[in-house]
Structure formats: structure tokens, C-alpha cells
């Protein structure tokens, strides 16, 4: 058998021999190819999953901070005093303009039982009645529950709208008393779903706990208050990926996220026949591309086998000489060896040293090639160029990279140093020079300057180089690389926009924060004004780490900034100890214990009286920050009989609290951890300021 395969393969030419190779790479070729396909219509396949996915989460994501802006207009309207009071005409005075300033908020009070006392939707005089059913079991289980709770949808009977209400319970003397209630326009949310300029077959929905339509798109057949279909309603509590009919009958793959403030479903789904299509569409277009590579790829395999065989063919010529041949080889190969293999003896000897000698040098050759061109490739992907300059000729020689690098194209650099320096940006040439000139000396260069481009734009260069020197000690040659660091430049850039952006939002939030306690809480309260009072020592704080690049604050800064608004002259504070900078994690901690013994000096202490004084003073330990604050000049102190917030906040934050009460004043000292600055203020204490 073995002897037939060899005949049969000695009979076939080079030609033949060439097309059983093709033929033989082919094959493991084709299972590749289909390999790739599967794999890609399984990878379109996950991508959609996912896509359908995210699409739900960020749409559920959109719903809870729809309802949140009226879950925190209901919270602040609940808290109001004029709600407790048996006489609702104030309140109903601020609650309407509270709605008219939002807009679409309609605004509704109801007593424990469900009948309606305030309705900011109602016209005058008209009769206000009970809450719907649907109304009444929302506030029943806020009520149940002590918390906030949004309700399913149903028709306002003032608006004939489809609404839905986030209603927060109010109790009284530990009973239920009345329930504020904010209603929604369930139109708000269709707008949200088309802001989402999903894909136009796919299908999004949102349904209460119920299983009735919020809102849809594209509607189609279905409207708000409708039920979902009975496989949706089946797998609305599981979350991510399942398959069930539409409600028009069509067989979808839906994934689900749920809103955290409500107890609602959001849907993104597409329809079986669109997800086949999709993936087909994918699988088409890659058997086509493999099909058409392949033909191309045997046509190509084809020329190149007739390019080869046909010169071997034409000295395929009979010899008289004979010659060795193996059985297996071509007729071509066996009729060409008959008549080489008479000088193949006489050149025996010779080949030999040719081939060795030929040998090395093809290696020297290809370790030489890998070599630049790892180099080549280097310069390239590093986005670098390399240099030589001579700097007693005054002459550089430049590769086509660094070229590109500076605008140029390759091969137009004139090569003198002169020519160099009018490339770079006119307010960095003094400095790059320098900097070059000054290598000349140490040996070594590191430095960076701008180059404007043709196109207008900039490009930083980052520049290093070692100098090469001769015999004599003397500079002969700078060799060195140029590299593009324009895009880490630009990063470092857009860091620190981003950090001033955050920090202007910061100082936003907590201005809103003051107005709204302003607005919205009596202005005469002394608990408002401690309130307010904090607010603004933790914005002085935010400006002190924004000034600081959020590294840290001044410690003395600190503590002026926190006692200035207090004291009736500069000259009311003294401080003394070694330069501190408070690490963030301290600082908020650490102003707001100086804020309120500020606040209790000038309630109490030393700055209720123009000669009062205060002295702060600190010292710095291995691992601990010592702080010292003693007042003077005020009137005696005394222990105060009730724990307030100012004793609470130093006994739940500080470390080895000593006070005395004296004649002279209150002295304070306290220590704070230094190394192990992670813990944050109690949550107690933070809640008690509010």
C-alpha cells in the first residue's frame, strides 16, 4: 500500500504537488473560518443581551430620579410646621407656591382616613371628597410602614390624567395624622422613555407593582393603565434576561431592571424575529467576506503554482548523464538532477564552505533586520523619534519619525541646530536651548517644550539624551529621542478641570442646601441658625481643600477661618504651633469641632465681651495631633446643665477630652489620631446637627 501511495505521488508533478498543498492548507482554513462565525453570531447574540440590559438599568436609574425630585419636594413640604397645625391656610398658602415654582406638581393633604383637605388642582370652592382607592391603600401602607411610599397608577379624578402619587405619612403626638402627597403625571414618563433614543424595534415599558402600563413606546396597542402582558406580569420580579409573548403576541426577549424607590418594573425588549435577524445579518456578512477571501486566497495559490512549475517545466530536458533521484520525486525534479549530478560532485567541497559561509552570514543579516525593525517598531507605537546631534558641526540628523513628530515631512529637516530651534513655540525657545546648551556640560538632557503644527494645533515634545564624548574628554555627540506627550498633557489638563468642576458643585450644593433651610425653615429659630451656621463652616472647608488642590489644609487657616465670624476684632485670636497640614480625611472633623466651640464662646464664653481672648495652640506627635484651646477675658465658665450638640460632637470625635470651667474662661484640650485618619463623624452626632 505504502509503495502505491509513493508511485502515485512520484507520478505527480510540481505543479500537481503545489495544488495537494493548497488543497491540504485549505482544510484546516475552512474549520477555522466557521469556528470564527459561531463564535461571532454567539458574541452578537451576548453583545444584544447586554445591550437590552444596560439600556434597562439606565432607564430604571432615570425613573428613580424622576421620582425622587418629588419624593424630596414631598419630604421638605411634610417637615413644614404650619402641616401640624389644625389651620392648613398657611400651609396651603406656601404649598401653592411651592407648586407653582416646580411646575407640574400637584399637591395633595389628606387626613388619616383618606378625606382630602388640600388639593392644589381643585378649583375654588369645589368639594374635595376622598382619595381613590388607589390613593387611599398608598397611604395606608406609608402610614403602616413610617416612610414614604409611591402607589400604582390610576385616573386623577380632578384631571382625568393618568397619575401616580409618592405620599409621605406625618404623624402626630406618635399617631397618624395626615399624608402629603405629591402626584405625577404618568405623561412624564413617556417623555423620559423617548429620551432614551433607544433602537426604533425595540420594545420599553414600565409597569407598577400591579402589572399595568406606566408608559410604552412604541404604544402600539397599548395604553397607561392597561395590563401588561400575562408573560411580562409572570416575570416581572425576575431580574435580567427571559422570554415571553408581547402583548401584541410576539415572541420577545425582554430583560428587567427594577427602580429602588418604588416597587415598578422597567422592560427593554426586542422581538424574536428582529434578534434572529440581527445575528443572521452578522453571520451573513462574515460567510461572505470568509467565501469571498477564500476563492481569492486558491485563485492566488493557483497563479503562484503555474508561475513555479512552468520554468521548471522548460528545462525539464532528458540528460545522458544519469543522475540520482529519489522514486518520489516529479519527473521534472528527476530529468534536471540527471544532468546536475555530474557537477555536483566537482562543486562538493566548495558548496560546502559557500553554504557555511552563507549561512552566517544570513543570520548576522536577520539578527541585524529583527533588530531595527523592533527598533523602527518601537518609534512608531511609542510615538518617539531619534536624533544625533554633532554639536562641534552643528549639524543633526533626524529619523522620518521625529519629523512627524515636529510637522515635517520626511527627508525636508535641514539639519542645523538654528533650524531646530525656529520649530519650537516662541515662549518655550529660551528654555530649550538652555536646557540643550546646558547638556553640553552635565552629559545628560531632560526637558520639553511645545511645537506648533502646520494645522494650527500644539504638540508637547519630552526630550532625552546622553552626551558621547571623545577621546580628548571633550562633546562629540548628543544621541537622544524626542517623544509626543501631548495626550498626557492633555489628561493632566482635564484632571484639573474636573477637580475644579467638582469642587464648584460642591459649593453649589451646599448653597442650595442654606437656601432651601432659609426658605423652608423658620428664619427666627436658633436651631436654624446653627443649622446655617454649620452649612457655612463646611463650605469654608470645601474652599480651603480647593485651594489647596485637595491635599490637605492649613491647620492655622483652619482654625481663623472657623473662629473669624464669631469674633468681633482680628486681634479676639491667638494662635501658636508648628506649620500642619490637616490630611483630608481630618479636616472636615477637625472644623467642625473648632466651629462649635466658637459658636459656644460667643454664646457663652470669651467672645460674648470685646476683651475677650481665645488662644489655640497645638504640637504634632509621632502619630497623634495635640490641641489646646483656652479662652480669657469673658465671663467665668460654668458646665453646661444639658448635654448639647457642641459636647456631644467633642466626646464622640476627639481623643484624652479634658475641660475645665474657671473663672478665667473655658480650657479645652484634646487630642486627634494622625496616622489612622479614616473614621468619619458619627452618624449620631451628624443627625442630631440637623
Known sequence: ???????????????????????????????????????????????????????????????????????????????????????????????????????????????????????????????????????????????????????????????????????????????????????????????????????????????????????????????????????????????GISEFPSIEGDRVINANAHPQLNGWTVGVGIKQGAFAEAISSTVKTATIAATTICALALLLAAGIGRSIARPLGSIAVESAIPGVAAPSDPPEVRALNARLAAAKQAEAESAYVLQENFRLLARARDESSRTAEQLKLAAKYGQLGTFIWDSSANTSHWSGEIEELYGLKPGTFPGTYDDWLALVHPEDRAHADRDNKQALMTGELNSGWRVPLPDGSVRWIEARARMLRAEGGGPQQMIGVNIDVTAAKEADRKRELLVHELAHRVKNSLAVVQSLAHQLLPRHDAKVRDFTARLHALATVHTSLAENDWQGADLAALVAGQVAPFAGAPDQLTTSGPTVLVPVELTTQLALVIHEMACNASKYGALTTPDGRIAVSWSLGPDVLRVRWEESGGPPAREPPVLGFGSRLLTRTVRHLQRSFGESGLTCQFEMPWLDTRSEIPAAVVGEAT
Request: glycine share 8%; net charge positive; charged share 20%.
Open 1 to 239: 500500500m505504502a509503495e502505491t501511495l509513493q508511485r502515485s505521488y512520484g507520478s505527480l508533478s510540481i505543479k500537481g504537488r503545489l495544488l495537494l498543498l493548497a488543497g491540504i492548507l485549505f482544510l484546516p482554513c475552512v474549520g477555522l473560518i466557521a469556528y470564527v462565525i459561531v463564535s461571532m453570531a454567539q458574541s452578537a447574540d451576548a453583545s444584544i443581551r447586554r445591550g437590552l440590559l444596560y439600556a434597562a438599568q439606565t432607564i430604571s436609574g432615570a425613573v428613580d430620579a424622576e421620582v425622587r425630585r418629588y419624593l424630596a419636594l414631598a419630604e421638605v413640604l411634610a417637615k413644614s410646621p404650619d402641616l401640624n397645625a389644625d389651620s392648613l391656610t398657611d400651609f396651603e398658602a406656601e404649598a401653592r407656591r411651592v407648586g407653582a415654582v416646580s411646575g407640574d406638581a400637584r399637591i395633595i393633604v389628606s387626613d388619616a382616613g383618606g378625606r382630602l383637605l388640600f388639593n392644589t388642582m381643585a378649583p375654588a370652592g369645589k368639594p374635595l371628597g376622598e382619595r381613590t382607592p388607589e390613593g387611599l391603600r398608598s397611604q395606608d401602607r406609608a402610614f403602616q410602614s413610617g416612610r414614604p411610599h409611591v402607589s400604582d397608577v390610576f385616573i386623577d379624578p380632578g384631571s382625568d390624567e393618568w397619575v401616580a402619587t409618592v405620599d409621605v405619612p406625618v404623624f402626630k403626638n406618635g399617631r397618624p395624622f395626615r399624608c402629603l402627597s405629591i402626584a405625577m403625571p404618568a405623561a412624564n414618563y413617556t417623555r423620559l422613555l423617548a429620551q432614551q433614543r433607544l433602537p426604533a424595534d425595540w420594545l420599553v415599558g414600565i409597569i407598577d407593582a400591579s402589572g399595568r402600563y406606566v408608559s410604552r413606546i412604541p404604544k402600539n396597542a397599548t395604553t397607561t393603565g392597561q395590563p401588561a402582558s400575562a408573560g411580562w406580569r409572570a416575570h416581572a420580579a425576575a431580574e
